[in-house]
């Protein structure tokens, strides 16, 4: 079974671009009617939608279109300007889609394309990257060269020292390494030679941190910052622009209302915004409105917003970052993306807790007590619908169908609303409140950090280095209290180890070889879906140990504790 990884939207919807009904604007964030999205990218009044599958749908003018992508093709990348997408292959191939005015697609013509098509610009060379600012776009090479073709204007967004439209690519820069840009952005960033942060455009509110308001940039200009090596990302909108580097830390420029800052003053260079210490590991723009995304996948929204459902909470504009709420949210890590005035916030495959639990639910192994004819384990219900297990078997074995009791079952492993009105008369009937409120991830980590309701022991061999242990004298074991049933969820060999347990003492040893504080943070890893370090932990040790525990224990999903291992590389070593 796979998962059904859940998105979000809110904002403008008068064109039906983010949600297929006629609401005109969708004030709080929604559950959309799309499942596991790979990509999503929303322009002014269109969005795309890339599945995990390669099926590729634009939303938009009242209207839906499925997409061809060629026979071949894996789309790695989408960009969005006001008016047009990018789309870029994993070898390099280029696509555009939308309105072509201005010479935005660098073809040396106006014309849209109203189905996906191969651009060619005749250079020569791999494209790595593509970006796109309100009217313009960008295209980085291999080589370093980068390339940039569009609307111009007064702001000099393309580069070029001009102000005349670009209808083909000109070379702006070399031994480029990154690019920034927004789908409302008058302004560009890039690094070059992995030390040297430059920047373009619009600079009327500050929003290219040159420290100054004098005047727009028509050519790539050095901009001061420390460590541009360490630079992330760059997302610019209208009047402001935002920086992530490794550390998880926020930087802004340009006018404080778009920047979330009390008052109508202006940031002319990058100063650091109060996450309140949260680490941050996404950020996004639209025209004023803007998304990060933390370590613990908690999304905040900050900035201002044209009208009461850019913001997707009640109010036009927040002095500092609020947290948003997402139902029913069931353990995936998150992905997001700001249009020009919609949002987006979707689960991606990085974390399988919702699948994990599913697949073990419907597999019948380890229940510690039954529902009807379905084993299900105690402390786990319990905890998630705050409810005792008597109470719970002597309602949904009077008053519901097994299939009903199924479907609530499924709800309460995996957080997946399949009928919602059969999850509703359930939770009304056992006096659950406000059920979709309630986070699978949330209930996860509060069992983490319930001691008492630990059912099981992991005994971990403690290796002494001080001296060498005589052969007669007894190993000795340091213990990790855990939940049984998590555990076997979530890796094989947990599986094959609890089938084989002590049954008197209730514990498993673990020969894996590998230190305590490195089972402590796979331990906690399989719980929260994070890889969370503290002060006494040394990185490199459990970063090196830990590249090979999820294919040691048999993770269901390698890929997860993968990616998060590749960013404490980057970020920490």
């Keep these: 079974m796979q998962t059904k990884k859940s998105a979000w939207g809110w904002g403008k919807n008068y064109e039906k671009m983010i949600l297929k009904d006629s609401t005109p604007k969708l004030v709080t964030p929604t559950l959309l009617d799309v499942q596991n999205i790979k990509l999503i990218c929303s322009r002014s009044d269109h969005t795309l939608f890339l599945f995990e599958d390669g099926k590729l749908i634009e939303r938009g003018k009242q209207t839906e279109i499925i997409h061809q992508i060629p026979e071949g093709v894996e789309i790695t990348q989408i960009v969005s300007s006001y008016y047009h997408f990018l789309l870029l292959g994993s070898k390099g191939e280029l696509f555009g889609l ?3 005015g201005s010479g935005r697609f660098g073809t040396k013509s106006n014309t849209s394309l109203k189905s996906i098509t191969r651009l060619k610009h005749g250079v020569s060379g791999k494209i790595i ?6 009217m313009q776009s960008y295209f980085l090479y291999e080589n370093g060269d980068l390339y940039s073709s569009g609307y111009n204007s007064t702001e000099g967004k393309c580069g070029n020292n001009s102000t005349a439209t670009v209808m083909t690519p000109v070379c702006i820069e070399r031994n480029v390494n990154k690019v920034f840009c927004g789908p409302y952005g008058y302004t560009f960033f890039c690094v070059k030679d992995n030390k040297i942060l430059l920047g373009c455009g619009n600079n009327t509110k500050g929003q290219l941190a040159i420290d100054s308001m004098d005047k727009n940039q028509k050519k790539l200009v050095n901009i001061k910052f420390d460590s541009p090596e360490n630079i992330v990302d760059i ?6 622009s935002l920086l992530l580097d490794t550390f998880g830390q926020v930087f802004g420029s340009g006018e404080h209302k778009s920047l979330g800052i009390k008052g109508s003053g202006n940031y002319q260079k990058f100063e650091k915004l109060d996450f309140k210490n949260n680490f941050i590991t996404q950020i996004s723009c639209g025209c004023h409105q803007n998304l990060a995304l933390t370590t613990s996948q908690e999304v905040y929204v900050f900035g201002s917003g044209n009208n009461d459902s850019d913001l997707g909470i009640k109010g036009l504009s927040f002095t500092e970052p609020v947290k948003v709420k997402l139902d029913p949210l069931s353990c995936g890590s998150l992905n997001i993306h700001c249009g020009s005035f919609s949002t987006f916030v979707w689960e991606t495959d990085n974390l399988s807790m919702g699948n994990d639990l599913i697949e073990f639910y419907k597999s019948k192994k380890f229940g510690d007590c039954k529902i009807d004819i379905f084993p299900v384990n105690k402390i786990f219900i319990e905890k998630r619908t705050g409810k005792t297990i008597k109470e719970i078997q002597k309602y949904l074995e009077t008053q519901s169908t097994q299939d009903e009791i199924n479907i609530f079952l499924e709800w309460v492993y995996s957080g997946w609303v399949s009928k919602k009105s059969v999850i509703e008369t359930i939770c009304r009937g056992l006096g659950i409140e406000n059920y979709l409120q309630k986070s699978l991830k949330d209930d996860i980590l509060a069992l983490y950090k319930d001691e008492d309701s630990k059912d099981f022991t992991i005994l971990v061999k403690i290796d002494d280095d001080d001296y060498e242990e005589e052969e007669e004298e007894e190993e000795e074991f340091e213990e990790i209290p855990v939940h049984k049933f998590l555990l076997a969820a979530r890796c094989g060999l947990f599986r094959e180890m609890f089938q084989n347990v002590n049954t008197v003492s209730n514990s498993v040893k673990d020969f894996s070889g590998k230190s305590i504080d490195t089972i402590e943070v796979f331990i906690k890893y399989l719980y929260t879906g994070m890889i969370e370090l503290t002060a006494d932990n040394d990185p490199e040790e459990i970063v090196e140990e830990l590249a090979d ?21 980057k970020n920490l070593l």
Excluded: F, P
Excluded at 129 to 134: D, E, H
Excluded at 235 to 240: F, I, K, M, V
Excluded at 549 to 569: D, F
């Design 98 to 100: 939308g309105d072509g």
């Design 235 to 240: 997302r610019t909108g209208y009047s402001h």
């Design 549 to 569: 525990a999820g294919e040691y224990y048999q993770l269901t999903n390698v890929s997860g504790i993968e990616s998060q291992l590749q960013l404490i590389k």
């Design 129 to 134: 990257s593509v970006q796109a600012g309100v």
